[in-house]
């Protein structure tokens, strides 16, 4: 059985004193969530000190993004090897955030999954279409070719031992959240297209969903079939409510 990653992406926010808060509360409660994977995604410069501070392997630690060079004359840039060393195990990369204000593409999208692949770091690659597209029925059209961009390049497998966050953009951040049926029909299609009716792919790729999940919300989402998880954005800035999503994960996986 897929395990349910609970990432909480903490944007451009946060500080060195609510990162050692949230990670001493965290810890405290870490061993009631057995069932499920937690990951923060502070800001990079914070990786570093928080690998320091946290005592078990049990709470992980993801970047939000990535170059897909591997070092030289990229100035301001941090390399996988980089975020590797300093205790990242995942690394965000495609949100929409990205794409729409660094005019992130595809395929640039896809030499970071590549390079995160060759580095031993597992991408959680964002996926989503606009309010737009939505309205024009071409979510699926768009999710796919998002995906199919990484499969040109990394091949079938790529999708092994991966993860996608479906997040769709006019969820994010508005409050407005897709409903469970309908992530549960875009995770569905996702699941599929990845797969490609290879057994192992489909039952090992975890598929988040993401956009205004929030402590009173979590639950709808985790009782579907194909939603494993979630990307948390502004609910997981407060440890309370970043607690509550993951509880929701575990129960949804033990009853
Ligand atoms: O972008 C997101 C996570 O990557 C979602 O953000 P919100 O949870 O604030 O909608």
């Not at 990670?23 to 502070?42: E, G, N, V, W, Y």
Request: glycine residues 8%; proline residues 2%.
């Amino acid at each position: 059985m897929r395990r349910s990653l609970i990432m909480g992406n903490w944007k451009l926010n946060g500080s060195l004193s609510m990162l050692a808060e949230f990670i001493t509360s965290l810890s405290d409660q870490i061993d009631a969530l057995k069932m499920c994977d937690i990951a923060i995604a502070p800001p990079a410069v914070y990786l570093h000190e928080a690998k320091k501070q946290l005592k078990n392997d049990r709470i992980s630690l993801a970047a939000q993004n990535v170059d897909f060079n591997t070092g030289g004359a990229f100035t301001g840039e941090l390399s996988p090897q980089m975020l590797k060393e300093v205790g990242a195990k995942y690394v965000i990369i495609g949100h929409s955030e990205r794409r729409s204000y660094h005019q992130e593409t595809n395929e640039g999208i896809a030499k970071k999954f590549a390079l995160l692949k060759e580095t031993g770091l597992i991408p959680v690659l964002c996926i989503g279409e606009s309010e737009t597209e939505n309205a024009q029925g071409l979510t699926q059209t768009i999710c796919a070719k998002q995906l199919d961009a990484i499969l040109a390049k990394c091949g079938p497998d790529a999708f092994k031992n991966s993860v996608i966050a479906y997040e769709p953009i006019w969820a994010i951040g508005t409050g407005k959240a897709a409903t469970a049926s309908e992530a549960q029909k875009v995770h569905a299609f996702i699941r599929q297209h990845v797969s490609k009716g290879k057994d192992e792919i489909a039952k090992t790729v975890i598929i988040q969903y993401g956009g205004s999940v929030n402590a009173s919300n979590a639950d709808e989402f985790f009782a579907e079939k194909d939603i494993d998880g979630a990307l948390v954005g502004g609910a997981s800035l407060k440890v309370n409510d970043f607690l509550k999503i993951a509880q929701s994960a575990v129960a949804a996986k033990t009853f």
